[in-house]
Each structure stands twice: as structure tokens, then as C-alpha cells.
């Protein structure tokens, strides 16, 4: 079952990265559509409160048994080297792409095992259906969600996606040359963060 899910996503992945190479064209930026969703501290989160500060993206659920978990450590790893850069105004978003599993209680005590090194940066987000999750992911993001009906598991783009104070999607780190699930490319996303915040 894995061995078919993981060919399945990479095959999923391959088409994806045609069409989203690793940094979006200057004239093809993407307006994050609007919501308001249940973080893990059992809040409400809108794009809204997220304006006004730079963040970075990605689509886990805690159930994953293949890529979440490297990428939820990679991006805790990340944060660490934000705070270490002197980084402030910044948010990490987490949407749960398995809503009917991942509430709250639950998004709450998966990031916990984690252990951020500042867990008021970081939303972990669900209240919303499969479906929509589906097509937001790839209306907003351009990143491909797609249940798996012979098992509990979600295919799942594995980007990290940088927003800017102004809920416009400006660059995402995926594709060939990066993704989630690998480090190399840490110091680039410090870099990008830091330019918007000075723009």
C-alpha cells in the first residue's frame, strides 16, 4: 500500500513541477483566497490576521506515515533558524489536508511532539471539508491534495510556500529542486523572508 502511494505521489509530484517551478514568474503571483479556520489552540484564524506579517506554508496531516514527517521537522528546524536570524514578524501555517480526522485537540498535541521553539508563530489549521481543502490547495497555492480512497492516506504536495504581508502567494520552494522533505535550500527561504520584511 505504501509502496503504491508513494508512486503515486511521485508521479503526482513530477506533474506538478512542470507546471510550478521552484520560484513563481514576477508577473504570476497568487491571491491566497480568503477563509477563516480553527487553529489547534482552538481559535479562530483568518487570512485577515495573517496580513501584516510574512509566512510560510505547507499541507501535512497527523496521520501521514510518509512525507509529513519530515517536512514537520524540517520546518521546525527552520524556525529555529528564523528566530536565530532575529527573524519577528512571521507566521508558519500548517493546513490540515485530512480535516475529518485532524481537529484541533488533536493538530495540537501532533505539533507539540514536535517541540517549536515558539508555537505563537505557528497555526495549525482544519474546520473546513475535504473537498474544499482539495481545491484551495491548488487554487491558492498551487499545490495538488488528492484523498486516497483505498486507504487513510492524503496525497499532498510537499512545498513550502511564502506568503507576503499582503496574502499574495510569491514564491514556492518545490519541485525538483526543493521540497519539504529536504534541508539544502534553508538559507534561501531566510534570505527571501527577510527581503520582504524589509520591503
Not at 44 to 57: E, T
Not at 135 to 140: C, E, I, L, P, Q
Request: charge should be negative; glycine fraction near 6%.
Amino acid at each position: 500500500m505504501r509502496k503504491r502511494l508513494l508512486v503515486m505521489f511521485a508521479l503526482v509530484s513530477v506533474l506538478l513541477a512542470a507546471c510550478a517551478p521552484g520560484a513563481f514568474k514576477p508577473d504570476h503571483k497568487y491571491k491566497i483566497e480568503d477563509f477563516t479556520f480553527d487553529s489547534h489552540r482552538g481559535e479562530k484564524v483568518s487570512l485577515d490576521d495573517l496580513k501584516g506579517d510574512v509566512w510560510l506554508a505547507q499541507f501535512v496531516f497527523t496521520n501521514c506515515t510518509t512525507v509529513c514527517l519530515p517536512m514537520m521537522a524540517n520546518m521546525t528546524e527552520l524556525q529555529d533558524m528564523m528566530e536565530e536570524e532575529g527573524l519577528k514578524d512571521y507566521h508558519i501555517v500548517s493546513f490540515s489536508v485530512d480535516p475529518a480526522v485532524d481537529t484541533p485537540e488533536r493538530l495540537a498535541e501532533y505539533l507539540e511532539g514536535y517541540d517549536p521553539v515558539d508555537e505563537s508563530k505557528w497555526e495549525m489549521l482544519t474546520g473546513y471539508s475535504q473537498e474544499f481543502i482539495e481545491k484551495f490547495a491548488v487554487d491558492s497555492f498551487r499545490q495538488i491534495v488528492i484523498d486516497d480512497p483505498e486507504s487513510d492516506q492524503v496525497i499532498h504536495g510537499t512545498a513550502f510556500v511564502l506568503v507576503n504581508q499582503e496574502g499574495v502567494a510569491v514564491k514556492t520552494y518545490g519541485g525538483v529542486q526543493f521540497d519539504g522533505t529536504r534541508e539544502e535550500h534553508f538559507g534561501q527561504i531566510i534570505e527571501d523572508m527577510k527581503k520582504l520584511q524589509q520591503s
